[in-house]
């Protein structure tokens, strides 16, 4: 039987693992207490809660070293917090086991987070069209590895919004914080260097799963006794992972990263398959 | 020259935002520990439940913010106090873009007041309609 105690330590592990791969601690929550019993849409409801003190807490310190860009953030949250509300309140009201399978096949969306992420010198974009220009998108950070100042332009707002839209919804909808998919927005139609990207999706997370929570909030979907020791297991993993991050290999990280999202892929088909 | 003094409250905002964030985690992280121990030392357990005393419902966040100062909890303290560390948690992005129109507005720039200000109204209408 799951108790709270439990659900603190398996949540530490899965913050731990989720700020090691970049895949955020929800992803492998919600399918884990799926798979341990509990009901997919208290699941992915308290999903949605956790996040909230996971990207909080990582976001603290990435805005004020000037990594995440807040403008940037704050525009792309017009999309994304439309997207929540959207996806939460489809949530709320389909079958349980369409939830399954639009997990397991979002999942497979984590595998975009490997392209075109390598550690290239960022450059600095030539043609900055007028509405990203307008929204006064751009920026500048100290980048460690290359030992220098970064500036950066954002490019596409429109079509980058609208991409972060369909991020959003998936994210109210499942309970998670689909920064994978947010990261590859950012990275290939916005044209943000990965560190920027990365801490910028980040950022957005906390505010796109205040808007989902607050369709989740008089749903009767949330429960204390799940949300409490998740929060607190999840974010103490993460701060935890945030700092050995630097001393593991790449492969070592990705091999990891592929038998972890294999492994939840096949366990969300399995349980939507059984409850067709 | 105002690009500067922009820059400038720039920097101020991200501090704020910094500060902002990290005081509601580790508030509402230490309210959830607390009410954990105080749950187990009044039932004795600490069950994952499925009962109404431990589910928040029939409510908007408002409405169960305010009526968290002022009726009596009907779980016990140790609900009470998870109760409260969830609602403060919901509250810090919530905040954050309240001190985001503030600190765009005293900057005059009104594209970023317009932009958080939709946020804020959505976030603020959803939180109070469901």
């Keep these: 039987m799951l108790d709270m105690l439990s659900l603190l330590l398996i949540a530490l592990p899965v913050g731990f693992l989720g700020a090691l791969t970049g895949l955020g601690g929800a992803s492998i929550l919600v399918p884990l207490l799926v798979t341990l019993g509990v009901p997919v849409k208290e699941a992915i409801a308290s999903g949605m809660v956790t996040i909230i003190a996971t990207s909080s807490g990582a976001a603290s310190s990435t805005v004020r070293e000037g990594i995440a860009n807040v403008k940037v953030a704050m525009y792309l949250e017009l999309f994304t917090t439309v997207g929540a509300i959207v996806g939460a309140t489809i949530t709320t009201q389909i079958a349980p086991v369409y939830l399954y399978f639009f997990f397991a096949f979002f999942l497979m969306t984590s595998f975009l987070k490997f392209h075109g992420s390598k550690a290239k010198d960022p450059a600095l974009s030539e043609n900055q069209d007028s509405l990203s220009r307008w929204l006064e998108l751009h920026g500048s950070y100290y980048d460690g590895f290359f030992q220098r100042n970064v500036e950066y332009r954002v490019t596409h707002a429109l079509p980058g919004g609208l991409g972060m839209f369909i991020a959003g919804l998936a994210a109210g909808m499942l309970g998670i914080g689909a920064g994978a998919f947010k990261v590859t927005v950012q990275e290939s139609i916005l044209k943000l260097p990965p560190k920027v990207a990365s801490t910028t999706s980040n950022f957005i997370i906390g505010m796109t799963a205040l808007a989902g929570t607050s369709i989740y909030f008089a749903s009767g979907l949330l429960n204390l006794t799940l949300m409490g020791p998740l929060a607190v297991g999840t974010t103490l993993g993460a701060v935890i992972g945030g700092r050995i991050l630097n001393r593991l290999g790449n492969r070592t990280l990705r091999l990891l990263f592929f038998v972890i999202i294999l492994f939840l892929i096949i366990q969300m088909l399995y349980k939507g398959v059984r409850s067709l | ?130």
């Excluded at chain 2, 970023?112 to 309609?129: C, D, E, K, P, Q």
């Design chain 2, 1 to 130: 020259m105002s690009d500067d003094r922009s820059e400038r409250n720039l920097l101020k905002l991200e501090k704020a935002i910094s500060y902002l964030l990290i005081s509601g985690v580790v508030v509402s992280l230490i309210l959830e520990v607390l009410g954990i121990a105080l749950y187990y030392h009044t039932y004795g357990r600490l069950a994952f439940s499925e009962s109404k005393t431990v589910l928040i419902q029939g409510t908007n966040y408002f409405t169960f913010f305010l009526n968290l100062f002022h009726t009596e909890s009907t779980g016990g303290k140790g609900i009470y106090l998870m109760t409260l560390g969830i609602a403060i948690l919901i509250l810090t992005p919530y905040l954050r873009v309240v001190l985001s129109v503030v600190y765009f507005a005293r900057d005059r720039n009104i594209k970023y007041v317009l932009i958080t200000l939709f946020v804020l109204i959505l976030l603020t209408l959803s939180l109070t309609i469901t």
